[in-house]
Nanobody, 118 residues
Framework: QVQIVESGGGLVQPGGSLRLSCVVS????????MAWYRQAPGKQRELVAT???????HYEDAVKGRFSISRDNAKNTLYLQMDRLKPEDTAVYYC????????????WGQGAQVTVSS
């Protein structure tokens, strides 16, 4: 059974930085494209960034130039470096393997809370 554990969230001031990590166990991590999602209070979960198995990346406009997604296939770990954070980045951040269907490949993890506030 696949298990996803996100970590690295916290409270940061506007303009600050955080680095999120996501460890995936129980699956062959390296063969899958991966993604970070986020869900702000009262809003639907949305895609933030994606990375292919061998590293090609894509970012949603809201985070382009500020966030960087990366992966370490040897450690089954996905990362999200978040710089120049804004209050509107406040959300619970999740990782998963996207599919062409509405649902991602695996059950959601608990997520990592990111709060950007002065």
């Amino acid at each position: 059974q696949v298990q996803i554990v996100e970590s690295g969230g916290g409270l940061v001031q506007p303009g600050g930085s955080l680095r999120l990590s996501c460890v995936v166990s129980g699956s062959i991590f390296s063969i899958y494209g991966m993604a970070w999602y986020r869900q702000a209070p009262g809003k639907q979960r949305e895609l933030v960034a994606t990375i292919a198995g061998q590293g090609g990346t894509h970012y949603e406009d809201a985070v382009k130039g500020r966030f960087s997604i990366s992966r370490d296939n040897a450690k089954n770990t996905l990362y999200l470096q978040m710089d120049r954070l804004k209050p509107e980045d406040t959300a619970v951040y999740y990782c998963n393997a996207p599919t062409t269907a509405q649902d991602p490949l695996w059950p959601w993890g608990q997520g990592a809370q990111v709060t950007v506030s002065s």
